[in-house]
């Protein structure tokens, strides 16, 4: 008994450290955060299930479908939207085949760093707007807060972010989300910016809304290109885990198996109104800080995530957060996106005096951060799926250099 209670607590602490990421996605796209941990129990739980719980991670709330979340609800409304989203999940099960047939190799091959990083960073730089707006109290063109006060509360809740981010404890660092919605919160509490009454109106317990997905075959087209920036990420996820735990998941339970099961968890969240769910880094530094690495602990985080779904005055509270209080916390956040985009072309070396790579990267970022959008039909290709195309594309078409006068200097 003992012993499930210590994997029990640590399964908590697992929740904890994903906690601030997940739930942030619905808040920013107009899902509910309710079926976002819903989603991303259900899915983890799945995910064990394909991986014969081998592997050590969670799936939670995925920050590169933010922006095409928002303008697929804009565009399409909900039902659409989940619909495109469940079929996302089928990227996932494109690429688990692909590297069963042919291996890793072949995945890098078509989408090596210069493809990848400018997509990862169209992915955070497409809603850099979102988040600057949010930070001034603004919601689409509404100020829905007062300037200044905004101004003063995101700045605040950005500072203190920072703070913890470059000086925290490690375990801190792990949460910096959590800590800076947290502080303001409390600040904008004092201030009366936040709105009590739905919290004290809400039952204890609720089961959340559900919608049921509308079939949108533009919707679907629209998001499957945006599962390709995160399918590659998972690969990366996976080795991460692998180096910390010493094992080689690549080999067992294999590639394709957690491919498989983060496509179905994808799926699945999709289906019930969630956002996509990915692997999760922070969990990751959580089990190399922590020195636990049994999987069980994420079946633990799982059933937590389930169960606070049903919990109706947390998600009011979740919902109450201020507007402002969430912009300091995404100008870090997609700002961190962008990063990693550009520490991929950095960490692999790509030579952008080589005028076929610096066409590729020059190109996907004024398309996706100019917010090009291409119709053809009835079909409408914009933000990261367009973007990751044409870098595909030019990839593929653009001659690659002699290796010999690569050499040469």
């Known amino acids: 008994m003992g012993h499930q209670f210590k994997l029990a607590i640590a399964g908590a602490q697992i929740l904890f450290v994903a906690f ?7 808040l920013l796209t107009g899902l509910n955060p309710a079926l976002a941990l819903l989603g991303a129990g259900v899915g983890t739980l799945l995910f064990q299930l394909c991986t014969k719980r081998k592997v050590p991670i969670y799936l939670g709330s995925s920050f590169a479908f933010i922006a095409p979340i928002i303008y697929a609800m804009h565009e399409w409304g909900l039902a659409s939207t989940m619909f495109g989203l469940f079929a996302a999940g089928f990227m996932y099960f494109v690429f688990a085949a692909l590297i069963k047939w042919r291996g890793l190799a072949a995945v890098h091959r ?3 760093a210069v493809v990848i990083g400018p997509v990862i960073m169209v992915i ?22 007062d300037y200044s006060q905004s101004l003063l509360l995101s700045g605040f809740t950005f500072a203190v972010t920072v703070i913890v ?14 800590i800076g919605v947290a502080a303001g919160y409390i600040l904008a509490l004092v201030t009366g910016m936040v709105d009590t009454h739905a919290m004290a109106a809400a039952p204890w317990f609720a089961v959340p809304k559900f919608t049921s997905p509308a079939v949108n075959w533009q919707a679907a087209l629209f998001m499957l290109p945006v599962a390709i920036a995160p399918a590659i990420e998972h690969i990366g996820g996976i080795m991460a885990i692998g180096k910390v735990t010493g094992e080689d998941y690549i080999q067992s339970p294999g590639l394709h198996r957690t491919l498989f099961g983060d496509g179905l968890g994808v799926c699945v969240a ?21 020195k636990n690495s049994n999987p069980v602990i994420m079946t633990w985080a799982a059933i937590f995530a389930i169960f606070m779904a049903f919990f109706g005055k947390f998600n009011a509270f979740l919902s109450s957060i201020p507007l402002p209080v969430m912009g300091g916390i995404m100008l870090l956040l997609f700002g961190t996106i962008a990063s990693l985009g550009l520490k991929t072309l950095i960490d692999a070396k790509v030579d952008l005096m080589l005028p076929r790579n610096l066409v590729i ?17 009835s079909m409408a290709f914009a933000g990261v799926g367009l973007c990751a195309i044409l870098a595909i594309v030019l990839n593929l078409i653009l001659p690659k250099p002699k290796i010999s006068s690569e050499v040469d200097h």
């Open 110 to 112: 078509l989408l090596p």
């Open 165 to 178: 981010t470059v000086f925290g404890s490690k375990m801190m660092r792990l949460i910096p989300i959590l």
């Open 20 to 26: 601030g990421a997940m739930v942030l996605v619905p």
């Open 270 to 290: 999709g289906l019930i109104g969630g956002p996509p769910v990915t692997t999760y880094g922070e969990v990751t530094g959580a089990v190399m800080i922590t």
């Open 124 to 145: 955070g730089l497409s809603v850099a707007a979102v988040a600057c707006n949010m930070a001034m109290g603004k919601s689409g063109d509404q100020q829905v807060f």
């Open 361 to 377: 990267v020059s190109s996907v970022l004024t398309v996706g951060v100019g917010g090009m959008i291409v119709k053809i039909g």
